[in-house]
């Protein structure tokens, strides 16, 4: 059996009726991803709707209300594989008040396909999502300039569309850009390669998605951290740790810290799902593991070793707002960081981003969907990292204590394009 | 920028982070729950994540009982491998019976030969109520159908139960956060990146244990809907139909008066990867008539409810 362990997440993002959806159906009808029933289903919901032969939106927008106002509301997860690469998909909304749901899907992304009109160009909301993918460290960049069909595939309107993304890109400091003349709707340089544009030498937006090399794993700067998430009780009295590894690998026999205690000990059993025990596990592996001394650990507890993450109860960082209501200085909130959670307050806004010109300003709340900088103080201590050191350590999110509902995400730190 | 990703080297294969990030949810909802239950219909995805669940706290015992909502028209050999597959991991069981429901008042019987899909949601929803349940794991995958294609990991419900497709919580990252206020009640979905090939590749991998309508076996079935569905005490042929002793599996297992059989040799799992690997028509499309009610089938029962 071959199982094909190379696999790319990627997220959709750009502004309300760009064609996103669109341009996923056509990338999974024209890759023979669906299945006879899907897409005969998808023939006779357009039908029904009176919106043609063939609505391609309609492969991810599957809610009723999607259909029937034409946007997407949440995120659809499709999964795609090509001989090439294995696919997780995240269809995300265009819509400002949808954000939240973009970043939900943003979140887990290696890379964004940018969809961009090329009659309208870089709208704001296509900034915004832009600089949250920016902030959340989605590494890879591939632009559809889509509905190419619309400006009779003039080159120079791609041009123009080119040169606005690269400006913003590398402002917000993404590497490799790819961007693709394309018509999601005919199906031009999607997944095949259009006639209609001589003038483009690169790839289809499938050929940049299969040689992407964003979801390749480098080796992180900073040592394993290993999140306690539950003790399991050995037969005989022992305990071990259980959590899911990230950071570079932990070994059998590494010395690591208990943190916050600061208690230094030594990893004597390590125990992998499959296989059993094993000398070392990689980032992505749920493990448990034996220690050599005795330690009152538990969930909330980290193990790492050097370069140790920080404990701290004062955090400097970076926030998107989902909540309805303005959040401003002095106000409670739930913090949920790794498996701790732990009562937290705003000690003080320390800016607002404009998401067009990056600049930061003051001002005394942050509302819905804005991206903020924060100092936040912890009931109890956290073990951190810088969120462009580790997405696991340095990402956090804050809790509605009333509703409960999830209000923002976090990162530690600010982006360097937000200095 | 350096960002460290989330994922690992291309050296861990596929199936063992799909298994990591299950055993993670898992932990994460029985950690941050008070009153977990594991939702346990006796098919596949159940089965995998029944597996997944023993893993996750071995060597101790679940940390959590088992559900299984019982529409009393159930394939006996699925009933029998449900008490086998739970005595042997020592849990606790407990039945939400829809004929329960039907026999209190709170659900109408559609006759003995009528679909009581629907009304599962209703034995399911009081028993969550009744037990005070604030989290139930189902097997639910995203590629099963385009409203589960939407629904979060941990999917939040109402003090009615229902689902809010334009009202989901954000799930950012891995940080999976379960709390709720009392009546209300999370689904989690540990499967939910896994796709019908995964689940396969998995039980071959693991050795997972199956009921035998999953392997190819004769059986007396009628064409209806498009389907071949078995003649059993629950189902009888019509007027029209003529009954025919063809060689069939399930695809998926629910009640017995909407789940189709379909046409396949395949008698080992190995088979069933490459019959699965091959397919033109989706599991829930070939297999289940209670889809096929309307374009939104399956986003309404959930809505009100359903898993």
């Not at chain 1, 490799?176 to 005919?186: D, G």
């Not at chain 1, 690591?256 to 000398?279: K, Q, Y």
């Not at chain 2, 949810?25 to 023993?54: N, Q």
């Amino acid at each position: 059996m071959t199982v094909t362990s190379d696999l790319l997440r990627l997220a959709t993002i750009g502004s309300v009726d760009d064609g996103k959806s669109t341009l996923i159906g056509r990338l999974l009808v024209d890759t023979r991803q669906l299945f006879d029933d899907q897409l005969d289903a998808v023939v006779n919901a357009s039908e029904r709707r009176g919106v043609g032969d063939l609505d391609l939106s309609f492969v991810t927008d599957g809610l009723r209300a999607e259909r029937e106002q034409g946007i997407t509301i949440d995120v659809a997860y499709r999964y795609a594989s090509t001989p090439r690469r294995k696919f997780i998909i995240a269809d995300c909304p265009g819509h400002v008040q949808y954000t939240r749901n973009m970043a939900t899907g943003a979140s887990t992304a290696d890379l964004a396909l940018v969809v961009v009109d090329v009659a309208h160009g870089l709208k704001e909301q296509t900034r915004r999502h832009l600089c949250i993918a920016a902030l959340l460290g989605v590494r890879g960049l591939v632009v559809a300039v889509n509905k190419m069909d619309a400006v009779h595939w003039s080159p120079s309107a791609f041009q123009s569309v080119v040169d606005e993304v690269e400006t913003v890109a590398g402002e917000l400091g993404f590497g490799v850009v790819t961007c693709v003349p394309t018509s999601a709707l005919l199906g031009d340089n999607v997944v095949e390669p259009s006639n209609h544009t001589p003038w483009y030498r690169g790839p289809t937006v499938l050929g940049a998605l299969e040689s992407s090399d964003a979801g390749a794993w480098t080796n992180a700067t900073n040592g394993p951290r290993l999140p306690i998430q539950w003790v399991l009780r050995q037969p005989g009295g022992g305990r071990t740790y259980a959590g899911m590894v990230n950071g570079d690998a932990l070994h059998e026999g590494d010395v690591v810290t208990l943190l916050p205690a600061g208690i230094e000990t030594t990893i004597t059993t390590l125990n992998t799902l499959h296989g059993g025990r094993s000398a070392e596990a990689g980032a992505g592996l749920s493990i448990d593991v034996a220690l050599a001394d005795e330690t009152d650990a538990g969930r909330g507890d980290l193990l790492a070793r050097a370069p140790l993450p920080r404990v701290t109860s004062e955090l400097s960082a970076t926030l998107c707002w989902f909540g309805e209501r303005p959040l401003g200085a002095g106000q409670r909130l739930r913090l949920k960081h790794t498996t701790r959670v732990t009562p937290a307050r705003v000690v003080a806004l320390d800016g607002v981003v404009d998401v067009a010109t990056l600049v930061v300003s003051d001002r005394a709340e942050l509302r819905t969907n804005d991206i903020g900088l924060v100092t936040l103080q912890t009931a109890d201590p956290l073990v951190v990292d810088d969120y462009r050191d580790n997405r696991v350590t340095g990402s956090f999110v804050l809790i509605d204590e009333v509703t409960n509902a999830t209000v923002a995400a976090g990162m530690v730190g600010r982006a360097s394009f937000l200095a | 920028m350096t960002l460290t990703p989330l994922r690992p080297p291309t050296t861990t294969d596929h199936l063992s982070l799909l298994e990591s990030h299950a055993v993670y949810i898992l932990r994460e909802v029985a950690a941050e729950c008070e009153r977990p239950v594991l939702l346990f219909s006796g098919g596949k995805d159940s089965a995998v994540l029944l597996h997944l669940a023993v893993k996750a706290f071995a060597p101790g015992r679940l940390p959590f009982p088992v559900m299984h909502v019982d529409t009393g028209q159930n394939f006996p050999e699925v009933l029998a491998f449900r008490d086998r597959t739970v005595a042997a991991i020592g849990a606790r069981l407990v039945v939400a019976s829809v004929q329960d429901a039907i026999d209190r008042g709170r659900a109408a019987d559609p006759g003995p030969r009528g679909s009581r899909n629907r009304l599962q949601t209703v034995a399911l929803l009081d028993a969550i109520v009744e037990q005070r349940f604030d989290a139930a794991f189902g097997g639910a995958r995203r590629d099963e159908d385009k409203a589960r294609a939407k629904e979060r990991i941990l999917s939040f419900r109402n003090a009615f139960g229902q689902w809010e497709p334009r009202h989901q919580r954000p799930e950012l990252w891995q940080l999976y956060q379960g709390r709720v206020n009392p009546g209300e009640h999370l689904r989690a979905f540990p499967l939910s990146d896994w796709t019908e090939l995964d689940v396969w590749q998995y039980i071959e991998r693991e050795g997972v244990a199956l009921p035998s309508i999953y392997f190819a076996h004769e059986r007396d079935v009628v064409r209806r809907d498009a389907m071949w569905l078995a003649v059993n005490e629950h189902v009888e042929a019509r007027p029209s139909e003529r009954v025919e002793r063809r060689l069939v599996r399930y695809r998926t297992v629910g009640d017995a008066t909407c789940t189709g059989a379909v046409e396949s040799d395949a008698v080992t799992v190995a088979a069933i990867v490459r019959e699965v690997a091959t397919a033109n028509v989706s599991e829930r499309g070939a297999t289940r008539a209670d889809d096929r009610f309307s374009e939104t089938a399956m986003e309404d029962r959930k809505r009100e409810g359903y898993f």
